[in-house]
């Protein structure tokens, strides 16, 4: 039996695409293991899967100034040092890396053991953990056209993100149950996301009033954002976060509003949903949401509005804008060659381990 270590953690972001190979990996008769931080949040879903997790020390390395810059590189070696012996232990014949700093010794190393390393960058421009492996990486796997030109030309593959096959799966039906919604009437799922969430969430509330006699609204609007004014608002749900339900809420959705991860996005792409993004401004990010976002309008998948410009009226002009042309932005994503990334990197790992 071929065995395969995955790495990646530090953001939810960087384990679900890992989370999506495993199907079909198993069926491929891989043996799993998972290489992650200590107490990440890698550890935490990793825990659903019937996969051998290990951790490992890891720290971050910053282009800006920190105290922590003088300790970190120590656990950054603490961290190759234990994923080398676990490479030497665990013998395995392919690693794949979805990013995040505690993944960089994980390559590292499987290069000094002659392991063959895949490494995946979500975003339009490479991360700095990402860049950290590309010299130990036997091939880079990418979401985005413009990304294969800044890539290492004979490790870059054009593959998308793999999606969890059960976002594919959802019912329409149990979405209208569990939401106690009609089926007579357009649904608009937004989702606000966790970082500077508030002035997305306050604009959508502010203009249910416009929205509501023509749409039924789910707004998945993040912890602790819950508005208990509207509560029994009819036509609008809200939650601070969904998990098992969310496929079924994707299934009934018509329209989406979203931040624009790149893990996010190509979910929607998956599913064929047109989506107005709202990307996380540069003055919160490394500004990797305004290219994921400008790409996609770029290839006609999505309608795009700047966080700076959000307003009441903005977001309402957006949003109609954005329903009367959805079967334009279907029709796009339809063309897209991206329908099946897992089982395309499935086969690069595969190939990779010499089967």
């Known amino acids: 039996m071929k065995r395969i270590i995955l790495t990646g953690g530090g953001t939810a ?38 996969v051998t997790y290990h951790g490992i020390s890891s720290g971050k390395l910053r282009r800006y100034f920190d105290f922590k810059n003088f300790t970190d590189p120590f656990r ?21 890396s ?10 590292l190393a499987a290069k000094r053991n002659k392991v063959p390393a895949i490494i995946h960058e979500s975003d339009m421009t490479p991360g700095l953990a990402n860049k950290l492996c590309f010299s130990s990486a036997t091939k880079i ?11 290492p030309k004979d490790k870059a593959v054009l593959t998308g993100s793999p999606i969890r096959s059960e976002l594919l799966a959802g019912s329409k039906l149990a979405a209208l149950e569990f939401c106690g919604f009609s089926a007579s009437k357009p649904t608009i799922m937004i989702m606000g ?59 009934l959705t018509d329209i989406v509003v979203s ?69 334009q932005y279907i029709t796009q994503m339809n063309q897209s060659n991206q329908t099946d990334s897992a089982s395309v990197i499935v086969d690069m790992i595969q190939k990779c381990a010499g089967l």
């Not at 695409?17 to 107490?39: K, R, T, V």
């Not at 950054?76 to 794949?96: C, H, M, S, W, Y």
């Not at 796997?141 to 890539?151: G, I, Q, R, S, W």
């Not at 976002?293 to 977001?315: I, P, W, Y």
Request: with cysteine; net charge negative; hydrophobic share 40%.
């Open 193 to 251: 996301g966790s970082l500077g969430a508030t002035a997305i969430n306050t604009a959508v509330r502010n203009i249910l009033p416009q929205l509501l006699p023509q749409f039924q609204i789910i707004h998945l609007c993040g912890k602790g954002k819950l508005d208990e004014t509207l509560l029994h608002t009819d036509g609008y749900i809200q939650f601070e976060y969904i998990k098992q339900e969310l496929k079924d809420l994707f299934a």
């Open 76 to 96: 950054v070696l603490k961290g190759f040092r234990e994923a080398n012996q676990l490479i030497k232990t665990l013998q395995p014949d392919v690693v794949f």
């Open 141 to 151: 796997c990418c979401n985005f056209p413009e990304t294969v030109n800044t890539l």
């Open 98 to 107: 979805k990013g995040g700093f505690v993944s960089v010794p994980v390559v």
């Open 259 to 327: 931040r624009a991860g790149a893990n996010a996005i190509c979910e929607l792409l998956a599913l064929r949903k047109p989506s107005l993004l709202i990307p996380l401004s540069a003055k919160q990010s490394r500004g990797d949401q305004i290219l994921n976002a400008r790409s996609f309008e770029k290839q006609g998948f999505s309608a795009v509005l700047e966080e700076e410009d959000v307003t009441d009226e903005s977001l309402l002009n957006k949003i109609l804008e954005l329903y009367e042309n959805r079967f």
């Open 13 to 50: 972001g960087h384990v679900t695409p890992n989370i999506a190979l495993i199907p079909g990996l198993i069926d491929a008769g891989f043996q799993i293991d998972y290489i992650g931080s200590y107490e990440g949040i890698e550890k935490s879903l990793m825990s659903d899967f019937d």
